[in-house]
Nanobody, 123 residues
Framework: QVQLVESGGGLVQAGGSLRLSCAASGRTFRQTAMGWFRQAPGKEREFLAA????????FYADSVKGRFTISRDNAKNTVYLQMNSLKPEDSAVYYCAAGPTVLTTQIGRWDYWGQGTQVTVSS
C-alpha cells in the first residue's frame, strides 16, 4: 500500500512557477514509478510526467515538455513537479500517482492516487 498527499498548489499569474510536492508513505514507495496527472473541469484526466523508482528515467507529455520537471527524493519519500512558464490552460487539479514498475501513460496502470491539489493560472 502507498498513501499519497499532494501539496503546493495555488493561484499564480501566467508565466509564473509553482512546485508541487507529493509525500508518500508505505514501504513499496521506492519500488514504484511515480507520476503526475491533471484534470480540468469537464475534461479527462491527463498524463503529465513520470519517473522511474531510481529517478534515472523521466518521461513527459508533449504539452508540458520543456516547462515541467519531475524529480524524486527517495530519502524523503517525496516526488516533485516543478512547473515553469505556466499558462492559463494549465489550470486543473493535479494528482500524483504510484504503482507501476515501469513508466506508462495509461491511467489504469497506476494503482495509488493522491487527493489532488488545485492549480489556477490567471491570465
Amino acid at each position: 500500500q502507498v498513501q499519497l498527499v499532494e501539496s503546493g498548489g495555488g493561484l499564480v499569474q501566467a508565466g509564473g512557477s509553482l512546485r508541487l510536492s507529493c509525500a508518500a508513505s508505505g514501504r513499496t514507495f521506492r519500488q514504484t514509478a511515480m507520476g503526475w496527472f491533471r484534470q480540468a473541469p469537464g475534461k479527462e484526466r491527463e498524463f503529465l510526467a513520470a519517473i522511474t523508482w531510481s529517478g534515472g528515467i523521466t518521461f513527459y507529455a508533449d504539452s508540458v515538455k520543456g516547462r515541467f520537471t519531475i524529480s524524486r527524493d527517495n530519502a524523503k519519500n517525496t516526488v516533485y513537479l516543478q512547473m515553469n512558464s505556466l499558462k492559463p490552460e494549465d489550470s486543473a487539479v493535479y494528482y500524483c500517482a504510484a504503482g507501476p514498475t515501469v513508466l506508462t501513460t495509461q491511467i489504469g496502470r497506476w494503482d495509488y492516487w493522491g487527493q489532488g491539489t488545485q492549480v489556477t493560472v490567471s491570465s
